[in-house]
């Protein structure tokens, strides 16, 4: 069995809280025996896959598989083809230089208000880009595009491999 759910912003990508009062996929995925194939942070948004199925799971979760995941970013200020440059060749970070990803200044996606909104300031713009990994480390987007100047407002993971959130709302999920 997989899962395709529409993580909300804010949930914790696992089924118990461990005391920290934060929503967990168990509010939303009342399916015995499926766990997420990776993860995704509480300040993020979008696709998470749960699966029963062992070998799956390692094959979507481990780096060395190199299963490609998109992000929609929405980026602090707009970054310059340098910037985009610096992503597409890989960024250095405290734990070591990134693999290239795809990067790419996209038009604001036609996606669900996030809640709460991200804080919107008059004196500072900002953009969306398309940024496609194929490694997971903690928090590497938002550490990748703060390395180039632009720090992260908003980031929702749209595809993972070839499953995407097309028709899959906040706080739901479809069996595939």
């Not at 669900?112 to 880009?129: A, E, G, L, N, T």
Request: charged share 25%; glycine share 8%.
């Amino acid at each position: 069995m997989l899962i395709l759910f529409n993580k909300p912003w804010g949930v914790l990508s696992q089924f118990t809280d461990e005391g920290s009062g934060h929503p967990t996929l168990a509010g939303f995925i009342d399916v015995p025996g499926v766990y997420p194939a990776g993860r995704l942070d509480r300040d993020s948004e979008g696709l998470l896959l749960l699966t029963d199925d062992g070998r799956l799971q390692a094959r979507i979760a481990d780096p060395k598989h190199k299963v490609a995941k998109t992000y929609w970013v929405q980026v602090e200020g707009e970054p310059d083809e340098a910037a985009l440059a610096a992503l597409r060749t890989g960024v250095r970070l405290k734990d070591g230089l990134t693999r290239p990803a795809l990067a790419e200044r996209i038009d604001p996606p036609a996606i669900w208000p996030r809640d709460p909104p991200v804080r919107f300031r008059k004196s500072v713009p900002d953009c969306w880009i398309a940024v496609t990994i194929t490694e997971g480390r903690n928090r590497q987007v938002r550490r990748m595009t703060a390395a180039v100047g632009h720090p992260t407002l908003r980031l929702v993971r749209w595809r993972v491999g070839d499953w995407t959130l097309d028709d899959v709302a906040p706080g739901t999920w479809r069996s595939v």
